[in-house]
């Protein structure tokens, strides 16, 4: 009886040990993934931008080094990121935020599997995916900064902002809304929204350009404010709501667009969303399995099985990517929408996979959503590809059961079935990895 209850407290003792290392609260300040499995820091990054490094650095990269912007151009013509995606922020809100102003303000493009920010005169900033870390976080010095020697270093002082409270304690984006004074400073004390597809309009692109048309209330973008009274914010400054270009604003010819078109602020606000919700399903899922194996050698449960509470903890992450990936708490579009540039809209359905019937999760509805068919296009990306398979396993099984109406009525009920019906037909033409079942 004594060894019997010596093992039971012992294994009491583990499984307390095992609730607190998986439990989020528990470790507000602990960045886990700097410690094994992940080790994110110390861990050699197998990202495209990773292998460009010594050919750049040697002069072998091919850019176009007549110009700042045809600099600019070029590389991203190299990694295959679409010029039409451009955005604009004059906030200063990056780690270059001297050089910064709404004269000059930010440019930020974006693909699947880049994230890109230039502002005149400094280094460019890039956010890779890797594989199996999640964003990778570069910088790259050009001939026409400040330092002209060609070289890109991976900078993980980004992770004060990209690995903190901000992106809930994983590697993440950030897309944030402020109220900027004149200069583009923000005004702290007004407040700061992290913004995502969630944000009702009226919260979103404080510190931002944009272009294109809203309906409904005023969104934050092309206004600069002052301080008031304590925690507000007046505006002094307000270049309209509706512009068709920047031109008004700040010199439009150093820019390889004069647009920061607002269906592309939305489409980059879901998909940072979508990239931080899979790499935090990822992330998580290699820490939690980690933990268990260590536990099941020590209480001796055969090699290979989970625990049960480790099931529990994966189903519940696939959950929270599953509400993520079905836009499950997007916001609705006032009256007749959101109306863009024809320039991103047509870069943007480039890469669409289409079933037989021409419908694609890319296809852009803009009136009372943003998609026409909700189910993230990120489930095509490679990051999604490269999900943890134990985590797309039970993700699977849940986005399964969704599309068939047997889903949580809060996950699924603002989907109809014609669309869930239009989703499972894109999904058995264009993924490949699909469970067996799916095709029964």
Not at 50 to 79: H, W
Not at 210 to 222: D, F, I, L, P, Y
Not at 241 to 265: E, H, M, Q, R
């Amino acid at each position: 009886m004594r060894i019997a209850g010596t093992t039971q407290i012992y294994r009491l003792i583990i499984w307390l040990a095992w609730f607190m290392l998986l439990t989020p609260w528990a470790n507000a300040e602990f960045l886990f993934y700097e410690e094994a499995p992940i080790n994110y820091s110390d861990t050699k990054p197998n990202d495209p931008i990773a292998e460009m490094i010594i050919p750049y650095e040697q002069g072998n990269l091919g850019l176009d080094n007549t110009s700042e912007k045809a600099f600019l151009r070029s590389l991203l013509d190299k990694i295959n990121v679409p010029l039409e995606s451009q955005v604009l922020v004059f906030s200063r809100t990056s780690f270059q935020n001297d050089l910064i102003r709404p004269e000059r303000p930010r440019a930020i493009y974006f693909s699947e599997n880049f994230y890109v920010g230039w502002v005149q005169g400094g280094s460019i900033e890039i956010a890779s995916m890797d594989p199996d870390l999640g964003p990778i976080f570069y910088r790259m010095t050009t001939p026409f900064g400040r330092q002209t020697k060609p070289h890109i270093v991976r900078d993980n002082q980004c992770l004060n902002c990209h690995g903190s409270s901000r992106t809930d304690g994983y590697p993440g984006m950030i897309v944030r809304s402020v109220y900027p004074n004149s200069i583009g400073a923000p005004i702290f004390g007004a407040g700061t929204r992290l913004t995502d597809h969630s944000s009702p309009i009226n919260e979103r692109w404080g510190g931002w350009f944009v272009t294109g048309e809203s309906a409904g209330q005023r969104h934050q973008g092309n206004i600069f404010y002052k301080e008031g009274a304590p925690g507000e914010a007046i505006p002094v400054m307000d270049f309209g709501a509706n512009l068709k270009t920047l031109g008004k604003a700040f010199d439009t010819s150093k820019y390889l667009a004069p647009t920061s078109d607002i269906v592309g602020l939305m489409v980059l606000e879901h998909q940072v969303m979508a990239h931080n919700a899979i790499v935090k399903a990822h992330l998580n899922t290699r820490r939690w399995l980690y933990i268990d194996t260590n536990i099941g050698k020590h209480i001796g449960r055969p090699e290979g099985q989970i625990g049960a509470a480790t099931l529990s903890y994966i189903d519940r992450g696939a959950n929270d990517l599953l509400r993520v990936l079905l836009f499950t708490d997007e916001a609705n579009l006032e009256i007749w929408g959101v109306e863009g540039g024809k320039a991103f809209q047509k870069s943007f359905a480039e890469g669409a996979l289409r079933d037989a019937g021409g419908h694609s999760l890319r296809d852009l509805q803009l009136l009372s959503r943003l998609f026409k068919n909700r189910l993230s296009y990120m489930i095509h990306s490679s990051s999604f590809d490269h999900l943890h398979p134990v985590m797309k396993k039970a993700f699977y099984e849940q986005l399964w059961h969704s599309l068939h109406g047997r889903g949580e009525a809060k996950i699924i009920g603002h989907l109809g079935d014609r669309e869930c019906t239009r989703i499972l037909k894109i999904l058995l033409a264009t993924k490949k990895d699909l469970p067996p079942y799916w095709k029964k």
